[in-house]
């Protein structure tokens, strides 16, 4: 339930109401307007919702019940753009990011020059695995604690936020160490004890949707990772799974602004792994950003013909900028606006 303040309700209001919902065993959720304080009450047991009648109480203005199953993150809650920073860039509420970078870390000069190129054509942070969820054991699964040590000497010389998958909680301390976002790939979606983990830390957190996860999964299990405290989460569609083979996945358009409208978190598009194809990632990059998307995360490799993990689906790192160029005339459209800045020529 969302306790609507009024406009000149006092702190001490304000106060009493939070003190009100949480002895009645709810958590309490102020939210702070320009006009008005909201107070969400988030319980999962209806019944103590239902008890806490708090009106006429001092302050109140309305009591408005939220409809959907997630509270936290949903739109009703919080009207406004949810603005997630990494590093110095921001994405969401009109700040639109682009990700950039190997599919996995495979060497110091393979990703210090990828680096370098994401860099030169706009990009607002760097991506790179260390630790890979592949499909089959039998092939590469990523560098490990090693690739976090070239990351940071990417940031280092580059000037760029990394973002780095985590798969598994013994692998934690590690990464937040390091990272300045940390990713939940599809294959971990709903992993609800990671989900929770990554609620009590401070890192923002790239929430990628399930390959066979429906939206409202998909906001459910951000609300895991919110209602445990972390509200950096930026959601990621990167195609499901559908009978159509002709590319890796299907990018559902649909669900960018079925997301935004229901939530208030930012939403990222992934159209690397959705299209699994080099050729088909621009028209489906255009058509995100056309689709309401706060920002892209696209996979770019030196020599994606030598990469050693999802290289026909890697954007050549030397071409990079010009790939860049036709995707800010889309960003341009929309009035947004990139956050990694102008393109700047960097020794590449
Ligand atoms: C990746 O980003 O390299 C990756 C493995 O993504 P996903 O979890 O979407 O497959
Ligand atoms: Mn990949």
Same mark, same amino acid.
């Given at each position: 339930m969302m306790i609507v303040m009024k406009g000149d309700a006092t702190e001490d209001q304000i106060a009493h109401v939070i003190a009100r919902v949480e002895q009645a065993g709810a958590k309490a959720h102020p939210s702070r307007g320009e006009r008005y304080t909201v107070v969400g009450a988030i319980c999962d047991d209806p019944k103590i919702i239902a008890a806490? /009648?708090?009106? &006429?109480?001092? &302050?109140?203005e309305k009591l408005v019940p $939220? @409809? %959907?199953? *997630? %509270?936290?993150? @949903?739109r009703e809650l919080h009207p406004e753009d949810h603005v997630v920073r990494v590093g110095d860039a921001a994405i969401g509420g009109g700040s639109f990011g682009l990700i950039a970078g190997p599919c996995t870390v495979e060497s110091r000069e393979q990703t210090l020059s990828t680096a370098m190129a994401c860099k030169a054509a706009g990009a607002a942070a760097l991506r790179g695995g260390a630790f890979k969820p592949r499909?089959?054991? *039998?092939?590469f699964q990523g560098l490990g604690e090693p690739a976090l040590e070239i990351l940071v000497e990417a940031r280092a010389e580059s000037g760029l936020p990394i973002v780095t998958e985590l798969m /598994?909680? +013994?692998q934690l301390e590690a990464i937040v160490e390091v990272a300045d976002m940390i990713q939940l790939g599809t294959r971990n979606m709903q992993n609800f004890d990671l989900l929770r983990e990554v609620g009590q830390i401070d890192t923002p957190i790239l929430l990628k949707r399930g390959m066979a996860s429906t939206v409202e999964e998909w906001l459910l299990a951000a609300e895991y990772i919110v209602s445990e405290g972390n509200d950096q989460v930026v959601l990621c569609e990167r195609g499901i799974r559908t009978f159509?083979?002709? =590319?890796? &996945? =299907?990018? /559902? $358009?649909s669900a960018i602004p079925v997301a935004k409208a229901t939530s208030r978190l930012p939403v990222i598009v992934d159209p690397s792994h959705a299209a699994g194809? +080099? /050729?088909?990632i621009l028209p489906l990059a255009r058509a995100a950003v056309v689709a309401g998307a706060d920002g892209l995360i696209v996979e770019v490799h030196p020599s994606p013909e030598t990469a050693l993990c999802d290289g026909p689906q890697a954007l050549f790192a030397d071409t990079f900028s010009e790939w860049v160029y036709d995707v800010r005339r889309c960003v341009d459209l929309m009035g947004k606006v990139m956050a990694g800045g102008e393109p700047v020529e960097v020794g590449v």
């Open positions: 806490l /009648d708090l009106r &006429g109480e001092p &302050g109140v $939220i @409809s %959907k199953k *997630y %509270k936290l993150v @949903s499909t089959s054991p *039998y092939t /598994d909680v +013994r159509e083979t002709a =590319t890796r &996945g =299907t990018l /559902d $358009i194809q +080099r /050729d088909l």
